[in-house]
């Protein structure tokens, strides 16, 4: 793996691939393993990127009060050590993934050339009712320090659709199992409570959002609802996909991102 400094932190990454630059941001508890397919086949046509967020895979722990803001610095800092000189990068966002991409664009909307949401929120508090922010808050805080064998295996089954591939559970379980407390931490620190509906309506770069039709951790009613929010966008569900939509479904998934960027260029 690659590796950057930014605000002092050491950020890893995989790299693939030449042409415009794809950044991929992955979801709370996971790391850059979880894109295999994307950075297999996507790199045919794009220099796709994939961080280690700080607190992890291979990157170094953030401070334990991270912020939003610092969040958004991070990211930005990330993309001009990783991917500077190669033209704007199309920066996707996957669930915790694209509470990033949102704050990168609300503090720096002239860096990403187009946004990609996938299984997307505008912040917790920005898609969920408060009594569901509330529950899945208190349960991260509950999990922080206890081994990641008590509780992944029972994430699992809100992240797929019911009939999804055993393989494919298991691939992304033996990823999520390695998940440190300090990116639980993180992820609360920063974006726990993070709303970003003020952000959407300014949104002035092509976006995609994607969803799985069975995604139990962010509701159809959510994407529909960004769609509306958000001048322009794109709106893809593929069928008989969960939350992690693009490992159950990674040859559709990738088809719809090549479609887009590809109608970009």
């Known amino acids: 793996m690659d590796a ?81 000189g190669n033209g704007k990068p199309h920066v996707l966002g996957m669930s915790w993934g694209s509470m990033v991409a949102l704050e990168l664009y609300k503090g720096y909307p002239e860096v990403p050339a187009s946004l990609l949401l996938v299984s997307a929120y505008a912040g917790w508090a920005g898609s969920l009712p408060p009594e569901e922010v509330d529950r899945r808050i208190a349960m991260v805080e509950a999990e922080i320090g206890e081994p990641p064998g008590k509780f992944v295996h029972e994430w699992l089954p809100t992240l797929f659709a019911k009939d999804a591939d055993p393989a494919v559970v298991a691939e992304i379980a033996a990823v999520m199992l390695d998940v440190r407390p300090a990116s639980l931490r993180a992820l609360l620190s920063a974006s726990g409570r993070a709303d970003y509906r003020s952000v959407l309506s300014t949104i002035a770069v092509p976006t995609l959002l994607i969803h799985g039709e069975e995604d139990q951790r962010s509701p159809l009613s959510v994407a529909q609802e960004l769609h509306r929010q958000i001048p322009g966008a794109a709106l893809t569900v593929i069928p008989g996909a969960g939350h992690l939509v693009f490992a159950e479904a990674p040859e559709q998934f990738n088809a719809e991102v090549r479609r887009f960027l590809q109608g970009l260029a």
Do not use: M
């Open 4 to 84: 950057v400094e930014v605000a002092g932190l050491r950020i890893a990454y995989q790299r693939a691939g030449n042409g415009p630059p794809l950044i991929l941001f992955h979801g709370a508890g996971e790391d850059s393993r979880i894109w295999r397919h994307q950075l297999e086949d996507l790199s045919k046509d794009f220099t796709v990127i994939a961080w280690d967020a700080p607190g992890c895979g291979q990157s170094d722990d953030p401070a334990p009060n991270l912020s939003a803001r610092d969040l958004g610095l991070l990211a930005v800092g990330f993309l001009t050590e990783a991917a500077g």
